[in-house]
């Protein structure tokens, strides 16, 4: 979905982006598409992606954003907690 933010894209163009295969994007892609997610139009013989609800991209970023905010706090208290901590002890030989 990320993927389709900005524009229309062909599974190919998405598995690009994302690194992933295009049988996973495919397989992805019908999934939204019979869930309303997506819409999809044919151009000769490619089938073009993009977002059926604007919407959905306010969602998409609002979850991101929440997410991105999350690591980030949990990197700022991962260093907190990491200064008060005796370091680690040194394992015996074996």
Do not use: W
């Amino acid at each position: 979905m990320h993927a389709l933010c900005l524009g229309e894209r062909t599974v190919t163009q998405i598995a690009g982006r994302t690194g992933a295969s295009q049988t996973n994007v495919s397989r992805h892609l019908g999934l939204m598409h019979r869930h309303g997610m997506v819409a999809r139009r044919k151009e000769g013989r490619t089938v073009i992606y993009g977002v059926a609800d604007p919407t959905m991209i306010e969602l998409c970023r609002e979850v991101c954003s929440r997410i991105a905010t999350t690591i980030d706090q949990r990197r700022s208290l991962k260093k907190q907690f990491s200064r008060v901590l005796p370091p680690p002890k040194k394992r015996a030989a074996a």
